[in-house]
């Protein structure tokens, strides 16, 4: 199962430590910092996490991940 600590509607302060662990159709995968996300998009501290991975797009295909989850 997922991590059971971490909610979509978490503010990205409180995950700024963890990695998101993300999977596109296409097969590729990424780990980046979630601070360094946050940094990215040039979002508030306060937004919540699922805002950020409504933006990421895959640096291959351009399509939205299949799969995107905080982890440690
Ligand atoms: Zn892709």
């Known amino acids: 199962m997922n991590d059971s600590r971490s909610n979509p509607a978490d503010p990205v302060f409180l995950l700024a430590g963890l990695r998101l ?3 596109c159709s296409c097969g590729r995968s990424t780990k980046p910092r979630i601070g360094a ?3 990215r998009h040039r979002v508030s501290s ?3 996490i ?5 933006r990421l797009r895959c640096s291959r295909c351009g ?3 299949t799969v995107a989850e905080p982890v440690h």
């Open 21 to 23: 662990h993300v999977v």
């Open 37 to 39: 996300l946050t940094v």
């Open 46 to 48: 306060v937004t919540p």
């Open 50 to 54: 699922r805002r950020v991975i409504e």
């Open 63 to 65: 399509d939205k991940p």
